[in-house]
């Protein structure tokens, strides 16, 4: 699996990546959504760089040109609701692709422990198609790990990549432990280095989904 981190480059990404983070900012959830959003375009945008392309010749009033357009276009696929604001920028990036949703939700134990469930997948065939699945943090890894394997029972991706602008360097290395397959690409904002018992990336950001959305009950 290949590990591509966009943060810290000294780009753009580095500012919407400070504001999701900034608690003072992190109060406007449009302004936190919009953030989502523009940083799902830049992970787009990235990502276009591996895809294939063939030259077409397009027709101008003045001539023909000759440009390079998508072979196929991939499907993007999002893991609920967290991922829905980084899912539209990629799709405002992405704007012919198709769709799929995965819900997947934390259900908790007497303990307080919980495991990550999978509920429901709405999506076309994924047979020999690139396929980029997107979640904001990757924590534990597990809900990641739910999605990827979710695919599967659509068709088998070509290629998948997987999005998250946040992670914690044990959730990167529980994915690469527990996804092994060569087609696969890792894209990440920013890898931090702990976790909280309840699977909380430090420093991290709080609850994306929250942020974004307001506050849930979870399911117990």
Request: contains cysteine; charged residues 25%; glycine residues 6%.
């Amino acid at each position: 699996m290949e590990i591509r981190v966009l943060g810290n480059n000294h780009s753009v990404f580095d500012q919407y990546l400070a504001e999701i983070r900034d608690v003072s900012i992190q109060k406007d959830p449009l302004r936190f959504r919009e953030n989502l959003y523009r940083l799902g375009e830049l992970f787009a945008y990235e990502i276009s760089k591996n895809l294939k392309y063939e030259v077409t010749d397009v027709t101008t009033p003045l001539g023909i040109a000759k440009v390079p357009l998508l072979e196929k276009q991939p499907v993007l696929a999002t893991i609920l609701r967290a991922g829905l604001a980084m899912h539209n920028g990629l799709l405002k990036i992405l704007d012919r692709a198709e769709n799929c949703f995965i819900s997947a939700f934390r259900k908790y134990n007497e303990s307080g422990d919980f495991e990550i469930e999978f509920e429901y997948m709405a999506s076309p065939s994924l047979d020999d198609k690139v396929v980029i699945l997107s979640d904001p943090m990757l924590a534990s890894g597990r809900s990641m790990e739910i999605g990827y394997h979710a695919l599967f029972s659509k068709g088998t991706p070509k290629h998948v990549h997987l999005v998250s602008i946040i992670a914690s360097q044990q959730g990167v290395d529980y994915i690469t432990e527990t996804i092994k397959a060569e087609n696969v690409t890792l894209w990440l904002g920013a890898i931090d280095p702990e976790m909280t018992p309840k699977s909380y990336i430090v420093p991290g950001l709080g609850d994306a989904g929250d942020l974004a959305y307001g506050e849930k009950i979870d399911s117990k």
